[in-house]
C-alpha cells in the first residue's frame, strides 16, 4: 500500500458519503472463480426461468477485467430506499415491490454516479473507467460482499447490519489501485423467516433462489400467460414480492433512506386492483413514466392487475 492509494480512496470515500451514497466499500479485481462454478450450474439446471439474459456475458460477469479493460478495483456503492411503515401509504389490496414505488432507480442513481466520477478524474487525473447501476453483466451483491458491505442473507439479498436489505447497488470499476476492504461475517444465523415465508419455496436451499420459481420472475420478467399456481401464490404482489424481506430482522432495525426521489408515488395507494385492471395504456404511462414500473410492457401489466383483482 502506497501514501497515493490511500489518499486515493479516502478521497473517493469522503466524496461519495458527501455526495448522498450511504455507504461504499472497495475491492480488488479478480476473477470470481466460486461464483462462476454456482452461476454455471444454477444457469444448467434452468433456474434463471424467462431470464434468458443471464445467459449472455458469462465470462465478463464473473471477472470484470474482461468487461473493462484496465480494470483494478471495483467499488461498491449502497443508496437506501428504506422507509418507515406509515399506514396511510399502503394499500393492502395492491402491492408494488417497494424499489419501485419512487422514480427508477437507474436514471437517479446515475445521475450521481456521474457526478462522483467525474469528481474523481479531476482528483486523480490518471483515473478512468465506467459506472453502472444494474445494467451490466456485474455481480453486484459479490462484489459488495467482497468489499464489506454485508453478507448474502439467506434470501440471496445482500444484507447490511445498519441498512438492512431495501437498497440499490451500484458499481464503478476504476484503472486505478486503492486500499481494499474485507468481507464481513454472515449474520443471519440460524433464522430461517425468508425460507419459511416464501409462498412458492423460491428458497430452495439458503442463499440459492430459484428465479422460476420468484413471484417477482413471474409478474416482471415473463412475458405471456402465468401458470395458475403462480397467479394464485401472487396474492396482491402486482409488480415484485418484497415477502422475503419483510420478515427479515434485520430491516426492522434498519436506517431510514433519505434520497426524496425514492418516496412512493401517493396517487398509486388510491387505486383498487379493479381500478387497475381496467387502466387504459395512455393512463398507465401517465401513471409510471420515469419508473421502473415501465419494465413490464403494458398488457403484462394489466395481465398482473387482473390476476391480484381475482385473488382479491
Not at 207 to 230: L, M, R, T, V
Given at each position: 500500500?502506497?501514501?497515493?492509494?490511500?489518499?486515493?480512496?479516502?478521497?473517493?470515500?469522503?466524496?461519495?458519503?458527501?455526495?448522498?451514497?450511504?455507504?461504499?466499500?472497495?475491492?480488488?479485481?479478480?476473477?470470481?472463480?466460486?461464483?462462476?462454478?454456482?452461476?454455471?450450474?444454477?444457469?444448467?439446471?434452468?433456474?434463471?426461468?424467462?431470464?434468458?439474459?443471464?445467459?449472455?456475458?458469462?465470462?465478463?460477469?464473473?471477472?470484470?477485467?474482461?468487461?473493462?479493460?484496465?480494470?483494478?478495483?471495483?467499488?461498491?456503492?449502497?443508496?437506501?430506499?428504506?422507509?418507515?411503515?406509515?399506514?396511510?401509504?399502503?394499500?393492502?389490496?395492491?402491492?408494488?415491490?417497494?424499489?419501485?414505488?419512487?422514480?427508477?432507480?437507474?436514471?437517479?442513481?446515475?445521475?450521481?454516479?456521474?457526478?462522483?466520477?467525474?469528481?474523481?478524474?479531476?482528483?486523480?487525473?490518471?483515473?478512468?473507467?465506467?459506472?453502472?447501476?444494474?445494467?451490466?453483466?456485474?455481480?453486484?451483491?459479490?462484489?459488495?460482499?467482497?468489499?464489506?458491505?454485508?453478507?448474502?442473507?439467506?434470501?440471496?439479498?445482500?444484507?447490511?447490519?445498519?441498512?438492512?436489505?431495501?437498497?440499490?447497488?451500484?458499481?464503478?470499476?476504476?484503472?486505478?489501485?486503492?486500499?481494499?476492504?474485507?468481507?464481513?461475517?454472515?449474520?443471519?444465523?440460524?433464522?430461517?423467516?425468508?425460507?419459511?415465508?416464501?409462498?412458492?419455496?423460491?428458497?430452495?436451499?439458503?442463499?440459492?433462489?430459484?428465479?422460476?420459481?420468484?413471484?417477482?420472475?413471474?409478474?416482471?420478467?415473463?412475458?405471456?400467460?402465468?401458470p395458475s399456481f403462480f397467479q394464485e401464490k401472487?396474492?396482491?404482489?402486482?409488480?415484485?414480492?418484497?415477502?422475503?424481506?419483510?420478515?427479515?430482522?434485520?430491516?426492522?432495525?434498519?436506517?431510514?433512506?433519505?434520497?426524496?426521489?425514492?418516496?412512493?408515488?401517493?396517487?398509486?395507494?388510491?387505486?383498487?386492483?379493479?381500478?387497475?385492471?381496467?387502466?387504459?395504456?395512455?393512463?398507465?404511462?401517465?401513471?409510471?413514466?420515469?419508473?421502473?414500473?415501465?419494465?413490464?410492457?403494458?398488457?403484462?401489466?394489466?395481465?398482473?392487475?387482473?390476476?391480484?383483482l381475482n385473488n382479491h
Amino acid at each position: 500500500m502506497t501514501q497515493e492509494q490511500e489518499r486515493w480512496t479516502q478521497f473517493i470515500r469522503n466524496s461519495a458519503l458527501e455526495m448522498g451514497f450511504d455507504a461504499i466499500g472497495f475491492a480488488q479485481a479478480t476473477y470470481l472463480e466460486d461464483d462462476d462454478r454456482r452461476l454455471s450450474i444454477w444457469l444448467e439446471q434452468g433456474r434463471n426461468g424467462s431470464m434468458s439474459w443471464m445467459e449472455n456475458n458469462h465470462d465478463k460477469r464473473v471477472d470484470p477485467r474482461l468487461l473493462v479493460p484496465g480494470t483494478q478495483s471495483v467499488i461498491s456503492l449502497l443508496v437506501s430506499y428504506h422507509r418507515k411503515e406509515d399506514q396511510s401509504h399502503t394499500n393492502e389490496s395492491v402491492s408494488f415491490a417497494r424499489y419501485a414505488q419512487g422514480r427508477d432507480y437507474h436514471r437517479v442513481i446515475k445521475k450521481k454516479l456521474k457526478l462522483l466520477y467525474q469528481r474523481i478524474q479531476q482528483e486523480i487525473p490518471i483515473a478512468e473507467g465506467r459506472y453502472f447501476v444494474d445494467s451490466a453483466p456485474v455481480l453486484e451483491r459479490s462484489w459488495a460482499q467482497r468489499s464489506g458491505l454485508g453478507w448474502i442473507g439467506k434470501n440471496g439479498n445482500l444484507l447490511n447490519k445498519q441498512l438492512g436489505s431495501y437498497f440499490f447497488i451500484a458499481d464503478m470499476l476504476l484503472n486505478i489501485p486503492l486500499l481494499y476492504d474485507h468481507p464481513t461475517t454472515d449474520h443471519c444465523g440460524t433464522c430461517t423467516r425468508c425460507i419459511d415465508a416464501c409462498p412458492t419455496d423460491a428458497i430452495y436451499e439458503p442463499q440459492k433462489i430459484d428465479g422460476a420459481k420468484c413471484i417477482s420472475h413471474w409478474n416482471i420478467e415473463h412475458d405471456g400467460e402465468i401458470p395458475s399456481f403462480f397467479q394464485e401464490k401472487m396474492g396482491n404482489w402486482i409488480f415484485g414480492c418484497d415477502i422475503c424481506q419483510e420478515v427479515c430482522p434485520w430491516n426492522r432495525k434498519a436506517l431510514l433512506g433519505h434520497w426524496p426521489e425514492f418516496q412512493p408515488h401517493e396517487s398509486w395507494i388510491t387505486l383498487s386492483p379493479l381500478d387497475w385492471s381496467q387502466l387504459q395504456e395512455e393512463e398507465y404511462e401517465g401513471y409510471f413514466n420515469g419508473t421502473a414500473i415501465r419494465r413490464v410492457k403494458y398488457k403484462d401489466f394489466i395481465r398482473n392487475a387482473t390476476i391480484v383483482l381475482n385473488n382479491h
